[in-house]
């Protein structure tokens, strides 16, 4: 971990750091001066770590409430290999990079953000807010000060080590049939897992298709009700251990190989699988976890840690970007009004 207590080498960190994302609105003005909101020696009202729709939507309110606002982009959102983004009103269907790329370019207009490539690494409290060290793309470190923070770092899914898996994953191999079963509609599938989570998202899936086969690759911990409800519906299960998923180049499924040889015709196949956190910044702060893995907050965004905000995939609840971008513009009014109120004491 660094430390970083000299406030003087802080604001040097920052200043040399002027690149910004946004190149419009930014490109050629001179610095701006320090806003009065921003007192007690903080750089930023907010820091937001993380760029996807979460963070960008809470830095476009952040932006129109006048804050000094940095966003930090540390990388791809989670749905990077997914070839569409379904179901977010009026984008139902655009490329994933075209979202966050719009939402960028919509940042532009409002002067106190920036955007900027840094993958934050560590954070420590720094009086009543925080101090944050990144790494930039150039390798640089980067380290600022902010009143608050807010996480959008996302989940990062845990697949199977079964070959095929990761290469397919977001065409072939799909997460959500709100996201995608449209797309897949009335042909074969196959569903993956064990026990109670494979037996609920089979159901799910076969409101899409009625061919839909379950494959828990090796014993799949059915209860004998379980398998029922199943073959009420017409779903076959097979407990066969895999051998891989086989593709086509553009990472569209074709067939299931199971390990006897066998292979089997499926057009998608849909998993539920574990999550971690894309950053443990919320840990090490010791903001606390729900039993899931998801950082608590409370109904205003706010984390266990004073002053620290959470939003998107990186909280309890339904996981989808047109939430995730709900989710960030609500933080962002919850921080606008703390700040506000800490600005404007009774
Ligand atoms: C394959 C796939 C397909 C999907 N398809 C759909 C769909 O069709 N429709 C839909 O609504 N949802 C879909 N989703 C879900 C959707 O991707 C998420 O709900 C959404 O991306 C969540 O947004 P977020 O901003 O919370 O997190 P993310 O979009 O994951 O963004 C988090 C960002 O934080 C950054 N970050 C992490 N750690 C740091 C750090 N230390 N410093 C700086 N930055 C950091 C990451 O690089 C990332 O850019 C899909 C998910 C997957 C996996």
């Known amino acids: 971990m660094s430390t970083h ?19 419009e609105a930014h490109a050629g003005r001179a610095p701006r001066p320090r806003r009065a909101s921003t007192y007690a020696g903080f750089d930023f009202d907010v820091m937001v770590v993380g760029a996807g729709s979460a963070g960008l939507a809470a ?4 932006g129109r409430c006048r804050r000094r606002v940095l966003v930090c982009d540390g990388g791809p959102p989670r749905n990077e290999t ?5 179901g977010f009103l009026s984008r139902d269907g655009i490329r994933p990079a075209e979202l966050l790329r719009l939402g960028r370019e919509q940042l532009a207009p409002y002067d106190t953000v920036q955007l900027r490539e840094i993958k934050i690494k560590d954070i420590t409290r720094q009086g009543q807010g925080f101090a944050l060290v ?11 000060t902010a009143r ?3 996480l959008a770092t996302g989940v990062a899914d845990l697949l199977p080590p079964l070959p095929g898996m990761r290469e397919l994953w977001g065409r072939g191999v799909l997460h959500c049939p709100y996201c995608h079963g449209w797309e897949v509609r009335d042909q074969p599938l196959a569903v993956y897992g064990r ?4 037996t ?10 009625r061919d839909v086969l379950v494959v828990t690759d090796g014993p799949g911990h059915l209860t004998q009700h379980a398998r029922l409800r199943l073959r009420r519906e017409g779903i076959q299960v097979n407990e066969g251990k895999l051998s891989r998923l086989i593709g086509s180049a553009s990472g569209d499924l074709k067939c299931l190989e199971f390990e006897d040889g066998t292979q089997l015709s499926r057009a998608a196949l849909f998993l539920h699988a574990p999550q971690q956190q894309r950053s443990e910044l919320a840990q090490v702060l010791g903001a606390q ?3 899931k893995g998801a950082v608590r907050v409370d109904s205003k965004c706010e984390t266990t840690v004073p002053g620290l905000y959470a939003a998107g995939d990186t909280t309890p609840g339904t996981q989808q970007a047109l939430l995730a971008a709900a989710e960030g513009n609500k933080a962002a009014i919850c921080l606008n009004e703390v700040l506000t109120r800490e600005e404007c004491p009774r």
Do not use: C, N
């Open 5 to 23: 207590s000299d406030s003087a080498a802080i604001q040097e960190s920052v200043a040399l750091e002027t690149g910004s994302r946004l190149p």
């Open 59 to 62: 830095a476009l309110t952040l």
């Open 82 to 86: 997914s070839p569409a983004v379904h």
């Open 134 to 144: 990144g790494d930039t793309g150039g390798g640089r470190e980067f380290a600022a």
């Open 148 to 150: 608050k923070v807010l």
């Open 195 to 198: 026990g109670r989570t494979v």
């Open 200 to 209: 609920g998202l089979a159901l799910l899936v076969s409101r899409w298709s």
């Open 289 to 291: 976890l729900t039993s």
